[in-house]
């Protein structure tokens, strides 16, 4: 069974949940060239596991706490925060080898 924390139910993290996931997202839907890997293609694994984090973090930051256990273990926030991490990585990334 996951224990939650209190720490993660705070109005805070939620906030910061749906602060990373929104810009996240709009890039995704508005610029899609800022995803490209350094030899001009997309990486398909990659960008579903940050939409995996972009989704999970728009589940937390709105407040639905998934009851059955391996929907809580996917949509976990911290595995959101790292996912989105990693897609923030990728848009620093190619900015980076573009400019």
């Known amino acids: 069974m996951i224990v939650d924390s209190r720490l993660l139910k705070s109005r805070w993290s939620r906030a910061l949940s749906l602060l990373l996931a929104t810009p996240l997202a709009l890039v995704l839907l508005l610029h899609p060239a800022s995803m490209l890997n350094a030899d001009g293609s997309y990486s398909h694994g990659l960008l579903m596991l940050v939409m995996l984090g972009i989704s ?3 589940i937390h930051g ?33 900015q980076l080898l573009l400019g």
């Open 56 to 58: 999970s973090g728009f």
């Open 62 to 94: 709105l407040g639905f706490d998934p009851l059955a256990l391996i929907w809580r273990l996917v949509f976990h926030p911290l595995l959101g925060w790292l996912l989105m991490a990693l897609g923030y990585g990728i848009i620093f990334r190619t």
